[in-house]
């Protein structure tokens, strides 16, 4: 049974940081790309980034191109989302999902067929 389990999730001011991770279980880890997307409530779940399998190529949505990094462990079977600059409108659920498909370009939910529970993440004062 593939499990995907996020962590780090939590309230923050404005302008602080989070790491999300994501550890992978029942998959080999390094066959898959990787991903992060996010909920809002009342909102439609939206791409946040990619990861290709290898490590070698990311892929980040404009609105947290240059605050936020994805990164993998392949040996340890875990995903990261390193958060900077952190603002009120990046206040979701967020969640990691894996698929074979890695585009580079663009970020789309059916390239992915395992996900995560979620981890809150709420950016307030």
């Known amino acids: 049974e593939v499990q995907l389990v996020e962590s780090g999730g939590g309230l923050v001011q404005p302008g602080g940081s989070l790491r999300l991770s994501c550890t992978a279980s029942?998959?080999?880890?390094?066959?898959?790309?990787m991903a992060w997307f996010r909920q809002a409530p009342g909102k439609e779940r939206e791409g946040v980034s990619c990861?290709?399998?290898?490590?070698?190529?990311?892929y980040y949505s404009d609105i947290v191109k240059g605050r936020f990094t994805i990164s993998r462990d392949n040996a340890k079977n875990t995903l990261y989302l390193q958060m900077n600059s952190l603002k009120p409108e990046d206040t979701a659920m967020y969640y990691c999902a894996a698929g074979r498909n890695y585009r580079g370009n663009a970020l789309r939910p059916d390239d992915f067929g395992y996900w995560g529970l979620g981890t809150q993440v709420t950016v307030s004062s």
């Open positions: 990861i290709k399998w290898s490590g070698d190529s990311t």
């Open positions: 029942g998959l080999t880890f390094d066959d898959y790309a």
